[in-house]
């Protein structure tokens, strides 16, 4: 069986051996790209020296001048484009910095907040037969299952109330008379019309039976409000009970641990939320510069994509090639080691080229792997995987499934749909005399610490919410509805 913390814990070793990798990798295409500019302009040199050997004065002055410029635009674009490099790879290599010592120190908190629930779930049973005897906590848990039982009748009480108030409630929604003179306060101190339109609504109401019918529509709704009022109270008052029987597990816990061992656990994992929104910050920082960073080392951006065609296109000119070509039709002992330089040249920024194109592409799929690790982990996270109570029985999580992931043989959801099948919950050791049903435990160990029925989640009473038996009462309410003339 794994541990959450040790599954989630390799997970994020993978993620940031592959993150290193990935850096090399762009280091290394960066080093490249630079030598194949260095290539470049060795070539363009060497076509100067040919120049010199095979043509005129004026001719050579003309293409030397038309190569030094394109040689002296691209160095300027090139050297722009090295200072930008560096300040992204500062900027890069400080976020990392600044990770490293957040992701050591999340790792101290991360231990020593396992130390501690590890103490606490070895005293779970200690807690128990010591409060199993206490008169005081046996009197506040009835207490508490009564307030709870209370509230859940109010909530089914009140669940019903509305329910009836919209059944019931059709037969005069769907009359436009009634509806038209409850709209306007007929009947009420809010109703303000005079005259003719008071005499007309006066009619109408006779017609319809309306003062009748607002009493009864009146009280309809307004009961559900009434009972959703109470409901809330109740609920309240359960929460104020459930927090007193909290407390008295936590403080038997403390005199047992000798140490408030709950309110250190939430102590540390307030600090290990707090870093991981840190982290998940310098993440989203280190993405965006390590993009910009890989456009870079690709040679995509458009400082060296314009340095090249000013290389690449002074290269190319038909001169050079006539020169080129006259140079091995007619090869002189003066011109055939140049001849022989600018072959080798062209052979390197070839092979230089070829490695730089599949390194490219290596980084691209490094990238999808990243990404699809970094969505594991997110989920892992929001899911609360990584936590105390979080096990999994299928071990091959950290070895062969992480190894394909890693490798790019299975996606991060097939992954995770293993991950899922294989999760479960473990409780702490006890009768759950103390912390019932998860009440005041630290949440990184099942519970809730505080909350009832939407406070803070889950919180309730065994049944898991407000259920329970029903509401009966003389609630008819005009039997179901009511019917008005059918004159209209």
Same mark, same amino acid.
């Given at each position: 069986? @794994?541990?959450?913390?040790?599954? *989630? %814990?390799?997970?994020?070793?993978?993620?940031?051996? *592959?993150?290193?990798?990935?850096?090399?990798?762009?280091?290394?295409?960066?080093?490249? !790209?630079?030598?194949?500019?260095? *290539?470049?302009?060795?070539?363009?040199?060497?076509?100067?020296?040919?120049?010199?050997?095979r043509l005129d004065t004026d001719s050579a002055g003309a293409l030397n001048t038309r190569l030094d410029s394109a040689a002296r635009e691209a160095r300027k674009l090139l050297d722009k484009r090295n200072a930008d490099y560096k300040v992204l790879t500062d900027q890069l290599r400080q976020c990392e910095s600044d990770r490293s010592q957040l992701q050591k120190k999340r790792v101290e908190l991360d231990s020593a907040r396992?130390? $501690?629930?590890? =103490?606490?779930?070895?005293?779970?049973? /200690?807690?128990?037969?010591? @409060?199993?005897?206490?008169?005081?906590? =046996?009197? =506040?848990? &009835?207490?508490?299952?009564?307030?709870?039982?209370? /509230?859940?009748?109010?909530?089914?009480?009140?669940?019903?109330?509305?329910?009836?108030?919209?059944?019931?409630?059709?037969?005069?929604?769907?009359?436009?008379?009634?509806?038209?003179? #409850?709209?306007?306060?007929?009947?009420?101190?809010?109703?303000?019309?005079?005259?003719?339109?008071?005499?007309?609504?006066? #009619?109408?109401?006779?017609?319809?039976?309306?003062?009748?019918?607002?009493?009864?529509?009146?009280?309809?709704?307004?009961?559900?409000?009434?009972?959703?009022?109470?409901?809330?109270?109740?609920?309240?008052?359960?929460? &104020?009970?459930?927090?007193?029987?909290?407390?008295?597990?936590?403080?038997?816990?403390?005199? /047992?641990?000798?140490?408030?061992?709950?309110?250190?656990?939430?102590?540390?994992?307030?600090?290990?939320?707090?870093?991981?929104? &840190?982290?998940?910050?310098?993440?989203?920082?280190?993405?965006?510069?390590?993009? /910009?960073?890989? &456009?870079?080392?690709?040679?995509?951006?458009t400082d060296f994509q314009k340095a090249e065609e000013h290389l690449s296109v002074s290269l190319q000119a038909d001169d050079l090639k006539d020169l080129w070509r006259a140079a091995l039709d007619t090869p002189s002992p003066e011109d055939e080691k140049i001849v022989q330089r600018i072959e080798d040249l062209k052979e390197r920024i070839d092979q230089v080229t070829r490695e730089i194109r599949q390194d490219r592409e290596?980084?691209?799929?490094?990238?999808?792997?990243? $990404?699809?690790?970094?969505?594991?982990?997110?989920?892992?996270?929001?899911?609360?995987?990584?936590? #105390?109570?979080?096990?999994?029985?299928?071990?091959?999580? !950290?070895?062969?499934? *992480?190894?394909?992931?890693?490798?790019?043989?299975?996606?991060?959801?097939?992954? #995770?749909?293993?991950?899922?099948?294989?999760?479960?919950?473990?409780?702490?050791?006890?009768? =759950?005399? $103390?912390?019932?049903?998860?009440?005041?435990?630290?949440?990184?160990?099942? %519970?809730?610490?505080?909350?009832? %029925?939407?406070?803070?989640?889950?919180?309730?009473?065994?049944?898991?919410?407000?259920?329970?038996?029903?509401?009966?009462?003389?609630?008819?309410?005009?039997?179901?509805?009511?019917?008005?003339?059918?004159?209209?």
């Amino acid at each position: 069986m @794994l541990t959450g913390r040790q599954t *989630l %814990g390799t997970i994020e070793q993978s993620l940031a051996d *592959l993150r290193r990798e990935e850096a090399e990798l762009s280091k290394r295409i960066e080093r490249s !790209t630079r030598a194949l500019t260095d *290539l470049q302009e060795r070539q363009s040199e060497a076509y100067r020296d040919l120049a010199r050997f095979r043509l005129d004065t004026d001719s050579a002055g003309a293409l030397n001048t038309r190569l030094d410029s394109a040689a002296r635009e691209a160095r300027k674009l090139l050297d722009k484009r090295n200072a930008d490099y560096k300040v992204l790879t500062d900027q890069l290599r400080q976020c990392e910095s600044d990770r490293s010592q957040l992701q050591k120190k999340r790792v101290e908190l991360d231990s020593a907040r396992d130390t $501690a629930e590890n =103490q606490m779930d070895e005293l779970m049973e /200690a807690v128990d037969g010591r @409060l199993e005897g206490d008169a005081g906590y =046996q009197a =506040q848990r &009835e207490k508490t299952e009564a307030a709870l039982a209370t /509230a859940e009748a109010a909530a089914s009480k009140a669940a019903t109330s509305e329910k009836d108030r919209k059944e019931k409630g059709k037969a005069y929604e769907a009359d436009p008379l009634f509806m038209y003179l #409850w709209q306007r306060g007929f009947g009420t101190p809010a109703y303000a019309h005079r005259g003719l339109v008071r005499s007309l609504d006066r #009619w109408v109401a006779g017609l319809v039976g309306f003062n009748d019918a607002r009493a009864n529509f009146a009280m309809l709704t307004s009961i559900p409000d009434r009972m959703a009022r109470h409901a809330e109270r109740c609920a309240e008052i359960a929460l &104020e009970e459930q927090d007193k029987l909290a407390e008295f597990s936590r403080n038997a816990m403390t005199d /047992a641990a000798g140490t408030d061992l709950v309110g250190t656990i939430e102590t540390l994992s307030a600090d290990i939320d707090r870093i991981d929104g &840190e982290l998940d910050n310098l993440d989203r920082r280190i993405e965006t510069l390590s993009s /910009a960073l890989a &456009e870079f080392s690709s040679g995509e951006d458009t400082d060296f994509q314009k340095a090249e065609e000013h290389l690449s296109v002074s290269l190319q000119a038909d001169d050079l090639k006539d020169l080129w070509r006259a140079a091995l039709d007619t090869p002189s002992p003066e011109d055939e080691k140049i001849v022989q330089r600018i072959e080798d040249l062209k052979e390197r920024i070839d092979q230089v080229t070829r490695e730089i194109r599949q390194d490219r592409e290596l980084q691209r799929d490094i990238g999808r792997r990243r $990404a699809e690790l970094a969505d594991v982990i997110k989920r892992f996270r929001s899911s609360g995987y990584g936590s #105390w109570e979080s096990t999994f029985s299928d071990e091959k999580l !950290t070895t062969v499934l *992480l190894g394909e992931l890693v490798k790019g043989a299975i996606t991060g959801a097939e992954y #995770w749909a293993r991950a899922e099948r294989s999760h479960k919950r473990r409780k702490p050791k006890g009768r =759950q005399v $103390a912390f019932p049903n998860g009440s005041g435990l630290p949440k990184s160990m099942g %519970g809730f610490g505080g909350g009832f %029925g939407g406070r803070s989640g889950k919180r309730s009473g065994s049944s898991g919410g407000f259920g329970g038996g029903g509401f009966k009462g003389g609630g008819s309410f005009g039997g179901g509805g009511f019917k008005t003339g059918d004159t209209f």
